[in-house]
């Protein structure tokens, strides 16, 4: 079996129905249920005796070790993290604590239980450290895409209390041995994904009639790539990535955000077209931008590509279709998600004046 942590997230939560969905090997998923944790992605396999979900925190080395002893698994994928940007603006600390201080507890655990192993099982193991993009900074329009060999360059709380994760985990591979793969992945879009994050919030605010914040021009640039397309490249990294090495995953995909957020207007004009026989991109509203905002990210991904064969199967074309569809599909899920914290969030960070129309 394996053990997931943060798999009740938005990548978490695909990667486990994938998962379930293609093999029967059990998948253990530990997750703190933050505010981002959302047992309701996970409904179609809560009572699947393949799938053992236990609450729990990466920083609670006790509980770490005793999962680790009682399920015996050949791999560890690390998804927890506190992943939204403008909330590490608001308040680092709980990012220090999960993305830094409990990525080292959890390579602590798994370091002892490692070594405890048979010389078979040892050899076999892996720890799958999922990061991003963002810890190589920002590209200016000339330059080429972020490759593994970039030098870290981390700009804002989140990205940086990545970076020092991925250092741990790339520490624990020179210094002890650990066989650790590390993974950096451009932006995601699809089922699941919480509306704070860019997609996901056009869609929401854009069905409820609100205004659709766009931070700054409009112009920043993200390369966006379909989250299923995210989890098959974990599965063929898991299964043949070389210990030590980084894989960076990507979908050659590189769009404005204000070009995201007129696709996104137009694919809800055609599946939903609003009552009023008003177009959605009117909608738009320019708002302040984002503190130390990233311009451009590029994904290179040819080394995942020529060494272990992956390519993503949607294009952008074909994902977000899929994906402005899922949330029409999905009203349930989405109402769930706007009755919790989810409001006060969204509340405080566009009504404090720091994000009001510019
Ligand atoms: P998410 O915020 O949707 O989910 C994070 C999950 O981790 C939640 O279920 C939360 O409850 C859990 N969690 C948080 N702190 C925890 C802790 N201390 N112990 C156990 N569980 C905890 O994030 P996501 O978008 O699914 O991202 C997953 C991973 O992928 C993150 O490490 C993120 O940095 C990385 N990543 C995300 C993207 C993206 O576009 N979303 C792109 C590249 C990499
Ligand atoms: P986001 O989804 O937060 O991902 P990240 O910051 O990790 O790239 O944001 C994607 C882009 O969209 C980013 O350039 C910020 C921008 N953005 C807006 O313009 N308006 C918004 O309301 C949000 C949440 C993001």
Redesign the pocket.
Known sequence: MILI????????ANFVLDWLAGCDEVIVN?????Y???LDSLKSVINDKRHVFVQ????DSHRIKQLLTQYQPRAVV???????VDRSIHGPGDFIQ?NIV?TFHLLESIRGYWNELNSGSKREFRFLH????EVYGSLAQEDPAFCETNAYQPNSPYSAS?AASDHLVRAYHHTYGLPVLTTN????YGPFH?PE?LIPLIIVNALSGKALPVYGDGQQIRDWLYVKD?CSALRQVLAYGQPGETYNIGGWNEQANLDIVHTVCNLLDEFRPRTDGRKYSEQITFVTDRPGHDRRYAIDARKIEQELGWKPAETFASGIRKTVQWYLDNPEWVANVQSGAYRDWVAKHYATGENNDA
């Open positions: 942590t943060g798999g009740a997230g938005f990548i978490g530990l997750d703190k249920l933050t981002a944790g959302n729990g925190d990466i920083g690390n998804f927890a993290a506190e992943s939204h999960t409990g999922v990061s991003t993009d990545k992945c451009s932006n995601n919480f994050k995210h």
